[in-house]
């Protein structure tokens, strides 16, 4: 098929995951390969981790979870997602780790096990800031005091989430971390240890080594980006994904020919007008073409007018293109680089948003290992 491809560099991820366990002092790393691990492919991004030692994936819905199963990934995966009775029969089928948030979570958990004799294993999740999912600090006493009279609920693990650890000001991030600690300091008293105490994101890694605990959860540094550039950007990591797509027609117009929709670029001087097969079908943002360009043969060009549902159009003025060359969009080839995070910050918007979109139509090519 003509069109976008995502070549994804499994080598740069395994080299992303070796910096990122050495910056977290050798602990256990929980690889966030939810939203199709950020659009860049769930199981061979997840199988890719688990040959080099990863063994707990993190998912959002179950079905992410049972995706990873069928593709043959063994480790341990935790589901993120508002706990759901309905849940119960395939996470036992699936052998996935379930999040529970309130005292009825337990009681369903505890019926189940009645029902059937068993339950799966669950991580309590604690509301320390973010104001989402999570049993607030206020309920943790009531709770643990109801999990001793449920002996029969494996709960194996207790996190939290940061709601403002890319940010540079690091003092709401430590106020949930204070919090946390409080919590794990109430479960120590009532005679509670937990195998698994997780809090650290991406930006903690980077600014807030205090929060490692015993497993970190890592999702866009994986993915060779970082979560914002108030965050030190001391990890040399990699882009993972580069993003390319073929033009697929050239054309010379005169100075003042208007281009695409709107004709609110008009061509500055007589030029090559070049058809790329990407849009924002695509995941490609439409946003980004007042300052936006892509490159090619290590040389950068400027997207002239609006990108299109399917295809956008470049000022290829005097460059040596042809027909079926392939542009990077975003990502690193052998002869220049678009980071993500310049994208994003032209268009106000971020990696996360920007690498999710990525899917659809576009092929997926796996390189590396
Ligand atoms: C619960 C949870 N933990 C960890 C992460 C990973 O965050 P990051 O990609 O910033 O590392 C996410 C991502 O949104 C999340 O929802």
Redo the contacts with the bound molecule.
């Keep these: 098929m003509i069109g976008p491809k995502a070549i994804i560099h499994l080598d740069s991820l395994i080299h992303n995951y070796q910096l990122i366990k050495e910056k977290v002092q050798n602990k256990r790393v929980m690889a966030?390969v939810?939203a199709n691990a950020y659009g860049h492919g769930a199981v061979p991004v997840a199988k890719a981790l688990e040959s080099v030692g990863v063994d707990w994936f993190?998912v959002f819905t179950p079905e992410e979870g049972i995706a990873l199963r069928q593709g043959g990934v063994s480790g341990n995966i935790l589901v993120?997602c508002r706990f759901n009775r309905q849940f119960l029969p395939k996470a036992m089928e699936w052998n996935l780790t379930l999040n529970i948030t309130s005292e009825d979570d337990l009681m369903d958990l505890k019926e189940f096990h009645t029902a059937t004799g068993s339950s799966p294993a669950v991580h309590v999740k604690i509301d320390t800031g973010m104001t989402r999912l999570g049993l607030p600090v206020e309920a943790v006493s009531s709770f643990f005091k109801l999990l001793k009279e449920t002996p029969n609920v494996q709960c194996e693990g207790i996190y939290s989430?940061f709601a403002t650890a890319?940010e540079g000001d690091p003092e709401y991030a430590k106020h949930q971390l204070e919090q946390f600690e409080e919590v794990l300091k109430i479960a120590g008293q009532m005679g509670f240890t937990f195998e698994h105490i997780h809090l650290s994101?991406?930006?903690s890694v980077l600014n807030l080594p205090e929060s490692f605990f015993t497993l970190v959860?890592?999702?866009?540094?994986l993915y060779g980006a970082f979560?914002s550039d108030e965050v030190p950007k001391d990890l040399p990591i990699e882009p993972v994904m580069e993003f390319t797509a073929p033009v697929v027609n050239l054309r010379k117009v005169n100075a003042g020919t208007l281009v695409s929709y709107g004709g609110v670029w008009s061509a500055p001087h007589d030029t090559v007008i070049g058809v790329v097969q990407v849009g924002f079908a695509d995941g490609f943002p439409r946003s980004w073409y007042e300052e936006g360009c892509i490159s090619l043969k290590g040389e950068r060009y400027k997207i002239a007018g609006r990108v299109c549902m399917d295809q956008f159009t470049v000022d290829f003025f005097n460059a040596n293109v042809k027909a079926g060359d392939e542009v990077l969009l975003f990502g690193k080839n052998k002869t220049d680089s678009i980071l993500i995070e310049e994208i994003s910050e032209s268009i106000g918007s971020t990696p996360?948003v920007l690498f999710t979109a990525i899917g659809g139509r576009t092929k997926y090519i796996f390189k590396g290992l």
């Design positions: 966030v939810k993190g993120f989430h890319d994101n991406s930006g959860r890592v999702g866009l540094l979560p996360y």
